[in-house]
């Protein structure tokens, strides 16, 4: 909560405003965003509508749904449980072991998103990172090792959210203004749809099978699909152009 006053009053809404920029930080960013968004706008000027009904718009949607957000929201609820009922360990040593799984995807997001920044490529920065969520998540289904299966669910968690940054950046290559807005939210919304899905489908697998085996390899099977869908992304014309900048 403090923290959020801190962002309030230090962070502002334009980087000509940002006082802690240099002057020539200011206007090369400045100069550089408005190039960016009179560019996208003249070779795309899509209207909101034409951004709701966008199929880009709405494979975007799904990619997120199956690459990263059904993932994460299974981890988020699910992760402790999942870590008790293979280790059998305290609800301290649980809450120790559920940590280095996100320490790692902490990592693994930075070191993605700068990769990416780099290269200027996108789709292969989101199929890799959920290649990799899904084999972590079919090792954790069958190894048993608790040291290996936090290893595996670290690679998992790494990879489901390694491709955040990458991802949430396809929107914005080509949606400005109104349509970048309806166009974000509307990707938003349905990829929110596999908090209730994701968490749910481990729930009612878990309590049929009485355990987390099924579940995983459900969880290995949904970002497989995404990486599929993401390599096959890279046919579309919209998205496939580098976006790359040169910082």
Request: proline share 4%; charged share 10%; net charge neutral.
């Amino acid at each position: 909560m403090a923290l959020g006053f801190v962002v309030l009053g230090y962070l502002t809404d334009r980087p000509e405003d940002a006082d802690w920029l240099t002057p020539a930080e200011r206007d090369w960013l400045s100069t550089h965003l408005v190039a960016e968004r009179e560019h996208c706008e003249r070779r795309h000027g899509l209207s909101l509508i034409q951004a709701l009904s966008s199929r880009t718009v709405w494979q975007l949607a799904l990619l997120i749904f199956l690459a990263e957000a059904f993932g994460s929201y299974v981890l988020g609820l699910w992760l402790p449980q999942i870590v008790r009922d293979f280790s059998g360990a305290s609800d301290f040593k649980v809450g120790l072991l559920v940590s280095v799984p996100y320490v790692i995807a902490a990592g693994a997001m930075v070191l993605t998103g700068a990769h990416s920044d780099r290269s200027g490529e996108r789709l292969l920065h989101i199929a890799v990172p959920a290649a990799a969520a899904a084999l972590g998540f079919l090792a954790s289904a069958y190894l048993r090792s608790p040291g290996l299966i936090v290893l595996a669910l670290s690679v998992a968690a790494a990879g489901t959210y390694g491709s955040q940054g990458p991802f949430w950046s396809l929107p914005s290559s080509f949606l400005t203004g109104s349509a970048a807005a309806g166009g974000i939210a509307l990707i938003n919304s349905l990829a929110n749809l596999s908090g209730f899905l994701g968490p749910y489908s481990i729930g009612l697998l878990k309590g049929a099978t009485g355990s987390f085996h099924s579940g995983l390899i459900l969880l290995a099977l949904v970002p497989l699909g995404g990486a599929m869908l993401a390599l096959g992304l890279r046919r579309n014309t919209v998205l496939s152009q580098p976006s790359h900048t040169d910082f």
